[in-house]
């Protein structure tokens, strides 16, 4: 990956996306014109612009085909690189995921929703007796609001606990070059910011961000002929969408991809053949604090009621039962929407292979990714050091 810079602040998007492809180049030890297929992932750019970033790498004929799913885009990308391999119709593929994101891109985040989801946000806005004025509030914004004000009634997290998230985001994220929020955080620093409305602070969401990253899937055959170390190994990959009863009133928790995640969790731990007592690093979709916690239960780390525990008792990070975000998470990095899933595997795989630095999780074998995509689209895959 290169690393994710605040909207504005970046090269552009092809200027991106190929540094991304030929670091991991590099890093395979590979020529371009030994990749068979390549999937292009954004939301921000125009049709083919796959196209566009890959002909600065090289124009060798090969089928791009461009991947839109909202903030699991990258992940798609990626199990559409996988699915080419596991069926044989290639042996090397390239999954790209770019994002140049302008000022303000939260305002356009989801203009679209089902008509499901499109209800429940009504739902939710009467239940939380929204005024007009924060009824027009971007639609990720109000639905994550929700998603914290009924973990603070249902399961009785308050905001220490949430600022505790964020302060462990910053605290890994000081090790990664790659970030663009590395400074420390507080809980009194987060806690002393008002409220953009309910309990939602400002802190507590990930920002917007420009990037890109790039692996290369490719067969044992393939990895064999050319010399290549087979290192990190997929060993389930599940993407799911909702069930018509994820979107019921006024059930915002699963909405926003609980019940998906346990799904997709169940069927990538039984692939796998492992649990979750066998992770020992995950990325999870941290878009809101909220949502890592939410995550974290759903994916089998802790119970719906320990989450309060699984955060004050350090469970979550190093020396913990499992280190979540070891990267400072899309908190810390920002959140570019095609490229955060396949940065989320750059991540595991540095880690699955001993090469984060800093952030190292001692004797990491084998790691989670989760990605979640409003709409919607969930995603969890399982890497193994081989």
């Not at 090397?92 to 985040?109: D, K, Y």
């Not at 994820?246 to 909405?255: F, G, I, M, Q, T």
């Amino acid at each position: 990956m290169v690393p994710f810079r605040r909207p504005g602040q970046s090269d552009p998007y092809d200027v991106m996306a190929e540094g991304a492809v030929r670091a991991a180049l590099d890093d395979a030890q590979l020529d371009y014109d030994l990749v068979d297929q390549a999937f292009a992932s954004f939301v921000y750019a125009d049709s083919c612009s796959g196209q566009h970033a890959l002909y600065r790498v090289g124009m060798t004929g090969i089928p791009i085909v461009n991947v839109n799913n909202n903030c699991s885009s990258g992940s798609t990308a990626l199990q559409l690189a996988r699915t080419a391999v596991l069926s044989g119709e290639a042996d090397c593929v390239l999954a790209i995921g770019f994002e140049e994101m302008p000022p303000g891109a939260v305002n356009r985040t989801f203009p679209h929703l089902s008509d499901p989801l499109a209800t429940h946000l009504k739902c939710v806005g009467d239940a939380m007796g929204l005024s007009e004025r924060e009824r027009s509030t971007p639609p990720a914004l109000l639905l994550f609001a929700a998603q914290l004000e009924c973990m603070r009634t249902e399961l009785g997290i308050d905001d220490e606990i949430f600022a505790q998230v964020a302060v462990k985001a910053r605290a890994h994220a000081a090790n990664n070059p790659n970030a663009i929020y590395r400074e420390p955080l507080t809980v009194a620093q987060i806690l002393a910011e008002p409220p953009l409305f309910g309990h939602l602070r400002k802190l507590y969401a990930c920002p917007p961000s420009c990037g890109a990253a790039a692996v290369i899937v490719c067969s044992s055959r393939f990895a064999a002929r050319h010399g290549l170390a087979q290192r990190v190994a997929i060993r389930a990959q599940v993407t799911v969408s909702d069930l018509a009863q994820d979107l019921d009133h006024p059930n915002v928790l699963d909405a926003l991809g609980r019940e998906a995640t346990r799904r997709a969790a169940r069927r990538a731990y039984e692939l796998a053949g492992v649990g979750p007592e066998d992770i020992d690093v995950a990325e999870v979709h941290d878009c809101f604090v909220s949502n890592e916690l939410i995550a974290c239960s759903s994916l089998g780390f802790c119970e719906e009621t320990e989450l309060s525990a699984f955060v004050s008792e350090g469970r979550s990070t190093y020396g913990g039962d499992v280190v979540v975000c070891p990267s400072g998470g899309l908190l810390s990095k920002g959140h570019p929407l095609g490229a955060t899933g396949l940065a989320q595997i750059a991540e595991l795989t540095w880690q699955l292979r001993g090469q984060a630095g800093g952030r190292q999780v001692e004797r990491a074998r084998t790691g989670l990714q989760h990605n979640l995509g409003i709409g919607s689209s969930l995603s969890i895959t399982i890497l193994q050091a081989c």
